[in-house]
């Protein structure tokens, strides 16, 4: 424990809060809530033993750490759920949709929109779904435009915004024309009605009206015109039905199911509405730390629910959650009414519990097969590679790279190949301290330098065996001979045994052959350990200059706003979220400004001053 945690540590008050656990880049590895801080995040660091795997390599990576206090164990269960949804800690349990199935918005203004989106935010907007079909969504938004004429421009006329002549859709009749006035205001609400009815499932009318127009261009032999209404009533109906089973209770329920496999877990929901199962989704959930079933549905549940705009009355699950108590006040509070989460033993909710159960490993089943034949594909690509290099043992494979845009910024990335797969866990991003401007090779010696410490140093008080605890069997440079020679007395001065290659590339910046024990050797783009060794540096590409990047947005973000009297981190993220753009601060005038959360009229001026004297 060092002086940092030792010091945080005697502070800690006994409320309620989230703890927020960081390493010594700065980056959060877990998130916690506690009823009582103290008693929690002290047991962390007690000499007790038998902590668990994850938690003893959680500790060992732990630099120092943050608290939030809150009200109640609730607000710390909700804030615990966002910020792991928000930053995908190491240690925690992460749900990952990668899906991302869209929602239908209406939003919230003067004349509402009907929009696509990916997420749902806090602006009192309408939302319906997630869809799975988003084909069928983006024909669905342009129906309602079609049939009701919502308008597409963005214009804001809460502040009197206006057109002097309108846009195309208004000359096709795809709208009234707003923006110039032209639009009656009640008639177009009750047609963003009669669109929120639809999708709230109260009324079919529109699917009515598709019908009928089908009906009538059919009879008047307009077949492509009746082929493009039937399509529309398709689409809407893959929206509203997807039935799989009927239940005359009309019962509202979403039923939960997990399996396990070796690395994996699914867990598997499907969503009864008004009796009908609607629609189902999946979500793929590591396993690294083998933790129990129920802290496994627990996490699922509160991550799951925290931002859903509906929650049933009845949740059915194979596992009974930790937290029960907690989660179902949550959920009360949430919905409004209470909740209840149980195991069926018997019956029609058994019957629907077990066929969540069989989906669930079903699809285990078809990821494990996709697994496989990868670690096959990758299996041949590490066994070509220890040909080619005569190595006998190539576990491990560490890729370094260095990313900056003329020597600023500059930051270098460790890729980890585990057995030919990427292991993205095992990842390690470095700022570079000790080197100004664009040096490759001194950046590379920094970052080496760095890693094989950490390595030596975590091998002699024999805590970790994972990240830099674990030596890599081969070390590729994303580079020629300087780089391999960098690379090479690093190990020296630091007296290790690992081996280095180096990956050479042609004119047309192509990887055209490996050097290794000062030699090059020229490898076939055919050949398996071309493709391993292609992806493998990809892979560290990516990782660099995604970094790099997120680096240069938040400098950015400083550079321009931390400058004014007053701004601090709220208020910078307010006006980003409202003005999207730098640029359009700079724009805007003081009103605008204080329009933006936070943002009274003195500090408006100060941020309108600022951008007006710095031209």
């Known amino acids: 424990m060092n002086n940092k945690i030792k ?27 506690a009823i009582n801080l103290k008693r929690r995040v002290s047991q962390y660091f007690s000499n007790s033993t038998n902590k668990g795997a994850k938690v003893d390599a959680m500790v060992s990576h732990i630099d120092h750490f943050e608290y ?44 509402p929109r009907i929009l696509k989106v990916r997420k749902i935010q806090k602006d009192k907007a309408q939302y319906f779904g997630p869809y799975p079909d988003t084909y069928s969504v983006n024909n669905a938004i342009d129906l309602f435009q079609l049939l009701y004429k919502i308008r597409t421009c963005n214009l804001n ?33 009750k047609n963003i009605e009669k669109v929120s009815d639809f999708l709230s499932g109260r009324n079919d009318d529109i699917l009515n009206i598709l019908l009928e127009k089908m009906n009538n261009e059919s009879m008047n032999l307009n077949y492509e015109q009746a082929a493009k209404w039937r399509d529309y009533y398709k689409d809407l109906n893959i929206l509203r039905e997807k039935q799989k089973i009927t239940n005359s209770n009309y019962e509202n329920i979403d039923i939960i199911a997990i399996s396990r496999g070796k690395s994996e877990i699914v867990v598997q929901v499907f969503f009864m509405r008004n009796g009908k199962i609607i629609d189902r989704e999946h979500f793929v959930l590591k396993d690294d730390f083998k933790e129990s079933d129920s802290e496994i549905i627990s996490s699922f549940i509160k991550q799951f629910y925290l931002d859903l705009t509906y929650i049933p009355k009845e949740i059915l699950v ?27 033993k018997i019956g029609t909710k058994k019957e629907l519990i077990e066929m969540a159960k069989q989906n669930a490993d079903e699809m285990l089943y078809k990821i494990e097969k996709a697994k496989e034949k990868r670690e096959r594909k990758n299996s041949n690509g590490v066994n070509n590679l220890k040909n080619i290099l005569k190595i006998d043992k190539l576990e491990r494979i560490e890729c370094y790279d260095i990313s900056n845009i003329s020597g600023f910024n500059s930051v270098g990335s460790m890729v980890v190949f585990t057995n030919g797969i990427p292991n993205p866990k095992e990842y390690r991003k470095f700022k570079i301290k000790t080197v100004k401007g664009a040096d490759d090779y001194a950046s590379h010696r ?6 094989i410490k950490e390595f030596i140093d975590l091998n ?31 190990i020296k001065q630091f007296d290790v045994d690992i081996k280095v290659a180096g990956l050479v590339k042609d004119d047309k910046h192509i990887t055209r052959a490996i050097i290794y024990n000062n030699e090059e050797i020229l490898i076939n783009k055919s050949d398996p350990a ?64 204080m329009q933006v959360p936070l943002i009274g009229k003195k500090q408006a001026l100060e941020i309108y001053k600022y951008f007006k004297l710095k031209g």
């Open 7 to 33: 010091n945080i540590l005697k502070d800690l008050p006994k409320s309620p809060g989230v703890y927020i656990m960081k390493n010594k880049e700065d980056e959060i590895i877990y998130v916690g809530k």
């Open 68 to 111: 939030i206090i809150v009200e109640n164990e609730v607000e710390a269960l909700v804030l615990e759920s966002n910020l792991i949804k928000k930053n995908r800690p190491k240690y925690n349990i992460v749900l990952r949709d990668d899906k991302q199935y869209p929602y239908i918005k209406i939003t919230n203004q003067k004349f």
């Open 157 to 189: 006329f809460e502040k009197g915004q206006t057109l002097e002549r309108p846009c195309l859709n208004y000359y096709i009749s795809r709208c009234n024309g707003a923006c110039i006035g032209k639009e009656n205001e009640e008639n177009y609400l």
């Open 318 to 344: 194979d596992t009974y959650p930790n937290d029960m108590d907690l989660i179902l006040e949550f959920l009360k509070q949430k919905k409004k009414s209470l909740v209840s989460i149980h195991i069926p």
């Open 446 to 451: 920094e970052v080496l330098s760095r890693r």
């Open 460 to 490: 002699k008080k024999q805590k970790s065996k994972t990240g830099f605890g674990v030596k890599p069997d081969l070390i590729l440079m994303d580079g020629g001979k300087g780089q391999v020679n960098i690379a090479l007395e690093v």
């Open 530 to 593: 071309y493709k391993l060794i292609y992806q493998i540096q990809e892979e560290a590409h990516r990782f660099a200059i995604n970094y790099h990047h997120n680096l240069m947005r938040k400098t950015m973000k400083k550079s321009e706003l931390d400058n004014i009297k007053g701004v601090g981190e709220e208020k910078r993220k307010n006006l980003y979220k409202y003005f999207k753009t730098i640029d359009n601060i700079k724009k805007a005038n003081v009103e605008e400004l």
